[in-house]
């Protein structure tokens, strides 16, 4: 038997022998491998691209050939198994991350440096203790600088005054490693400047080849989307089919995608993110009231006067590191102000509430505005849920003098008020069982006009389910307020909004690493 090795072996043993390497796993049983690359080190899918070019130079500079591609796959599968069963267990993060109460946001540059973010402030660091990964058309981030305002952004998205507070919190809101996330629902008439303004709020926090999308065809695209970029921003809809509403919800709020893996008979490819996203088009694209319920709803003005594409860019590309430094102002401001945030009566995105009044004071905002614009936005949300679909009005007259009878008997008084123009419409009940669940999807928003929608089961001789409209006492969307004086707030009121501790800088500080001492130090 010759003793010549293998060059699957080789390549092995070339991989091991590397100085500072490390060989782990996630929690879903993804192999990775961090590897040392000059004066800093980088994490990437043992399966993917980098990692193969990697080893495969290892082999060429040792042995001054090509390794063949089966000797290379049979290395890659070897190098996983090792990372499974011997290495340890780490979480791999894309764009931000948290860790011991800072934020951490890779600026994907080819240094691999992060900004570390807490209450006291932000600096950029080359030694993260957090792996973050790089999925194909991830762009860097500008090195942040300190001292420029918020306002700043205004020249670059068409906004109004009264939505500015809206767009301002959004985009603080999108620098969390975590949600609960907002949508972003951009409407206005053709040549407002909605795909711009999207693309701006993307380039500003997860700039990537593929800006901005077109719809995904289905669930399985949008979750690997979802996946491989932190923002999810789609471009020009005409409509939201009710899957890929009920898809954002999930992407915005929490929640699952599982499908079978390729080229297998029985293992599943489960994903499981939250994303903030950003949808525009002419049209009203959000009009089911879960969808609206986690949405902030901006309409663009028209614009008088533009701006040729390559003045615009040039001056936002400019201007962008000192914007992206009053963002993380933002961010910081959060950290430290979230324990002393009190809102009576929260909003159906709390945590998103919770963090934009936390950052209001660092982002230029008179107290109390995000929550007044925050407000009103949902007020409207509410009647343009009730306006888009057809059961509202006959379900007002119904409730006037109340009903109490089974889907079906409700579903023929709905028909006999609203007409047969309005039956035959696409978005209409064709049976019991879509009346109801039309009614518990719109309950939250009937009540905000006074009527109300019960579900119970008969007593006696009649035992089916029985739905009761009626009215009550008529009500808008409640204005929440903040309390800011840290004298009689109560940490554990906070505690579940809390994200972070505060840490050794000021807020607003000079980083540590200016763009000047980076291009210093290391170009």
Same mark, same amino acid.
């Given at each position: 038997? %010759? ?41 990437? #899918? ?37 990372? @499974? ?16 109460? @800072? ?13 570390? !973010? ?10 993260? *203790? ?13 090195? #942040? ?19 500015? #507070? ?7 809101? @999108? ?23 999207? =693309?701006?709020? =993307? ?10 999308? %077109? ?48 080229? $297998? ?21 959000? $009009? ?34 000192? !914007? ?20 009576? =009566? ?26 007044? /614009? ?19 009005? *006959? ?36 049976? /019991? ?10 309950? *939250? ?29 008529? %009500? ?7 309390? =800011? ?28 690493? $200016?763009?000047?001492? !980076? ?5």
């Amino acid at each position: 038997m %010759s003793g010549k090795r293998s060059q699957a072996t080789t390549l092995v043993d070339l991989a091991l022998e590397t100085a500072d390497l490390e060989l782990f796993h996630t929690a879903d049983g993804e192999a990775f491998v961090t590897l040392p690359a000059g004066t800093h080190v980088e994490t990437w #899918p043992l399966r993917g691209g980098p990692a193969r070019r990697w080893l495969s130079r290892l082999f060429f500079e040792r042995e001054a050939t090509a390794a063949g591609s089966q000797a290379m796959q049979d290395a890659l599968g070897v190098l996983e198994g090792i990372a @499974a069963f011997r290495g340890a267990e780490h979480d791999v993060h894309l764009r931000l991350a948290e860790h011991e109460g @800072a934020i951490y946001i890779d600026l994907a540059d080819e240094y691999w440096r992060t900004v570390r !973010i807490d209450g006291d402030g932000w600096e950029i660091v080359a030694d993260a *203790p957090v792996r973050f990964r790089r999925p194909r058309g991830m762009r860097p981030l500008p090195y #942040p600088v300190a001292g420029g305002t918020l306002d700043e952004l205004r020249e670059f998205v068409n906004v109004d005054d009264e939505q500015w #507070p809206l767009l301002a919190a959004w985009t603080v809101a @999108a620098l969390r490693p975590r949600g609960p996330f907002p949508i972003a629902a951009v409407h206005g008439e053709q040549g407002s400047a909605k795909s711009t303004t999207v =693309r701006v709020l =993307r380039e500003l926090i997860d700039p990537n080849v593929a800006a901005l999308r %077109s719809e995904p065809r289905d669930g399985r695209d949008l979750m690997i989307a979802a996946r491989n970029g932190w923002v999810c921003a789609f471009d020009n809809m005409s409509n939201l089919s009710p899957w890929l509403s009920d898809a954002l919800c999930r992407l915005s709020t929490g929640g699952g995608f599982a499908t079978r893996e390729l080229f $297998t008979d029985s293992d599943e490819l489960l994903i499981d993110v939250q994303r903030p996203c950003a949808v525009n088009g002419i049209g009203e694209l959000a $009009t089911r009231g879960d969808l609206l319920d986690r949405a902030v709803v901006l309409y663009l003005p028209r614009i008088d006067r533009y701006r040729p594409e390559d003045e615009f860019w040039a001056a936002f590309q400019q201007a962008r590191p000192r !914007i992206l430094g009053a963002l993380l102002d933002g961010v910081s401001a959060a950290l430290a102000n979230i324990h002393e945030i009190k809102l009576d =009566r929260p909003p159906r995105m709390a945590d998103f509430a919770y963090w934009a009044v936390a950052a209001e004071p660092a982002l230029g905002l008179d107290d109390g505005s995000f929550l007044d /614009a925050y407000s009103t936005n949902r007020a409207d949300a509410t009647a343009l849920t009730l306006e888009s679909s057809p059961v509202t009005e *006959p379900l007002r007259t119904i409730a006037e003098t109340e009903f109490v009878g089974t889907a079906t008997e409700l579903l023929a008084r709905l028909a006999g008020l609203a007409g047969e123009d309005v039956t035959r419409r696409k978005t209409w009940p064709g049976n /019991a069982t879509a009346l109801a669940g039309t009614l518990r999807r719109l309950a *939250p928003n009937l009540r905000a006009i006074g009527v109300t929608v019960d579900f119970s089961r008969g007593t006696g001789r009649r035992r089916s389910r029985l739905i009761t409209i009626g009215t009550a006492a008529e %009500s808008s969307v409640q204005t929440v307020r903040s309390v =800011r004086d840290p004298a009689t707030s109560d940490a554990a009121d906070a505690a579940d909004a809390a994200d972070a501790d505060s840490g050794p800088r000021s807020n607003g500080s000079t980083p540590a690493h $200016t763009t000047e001492n !980076i291009a210093e130090g290391t170009r």
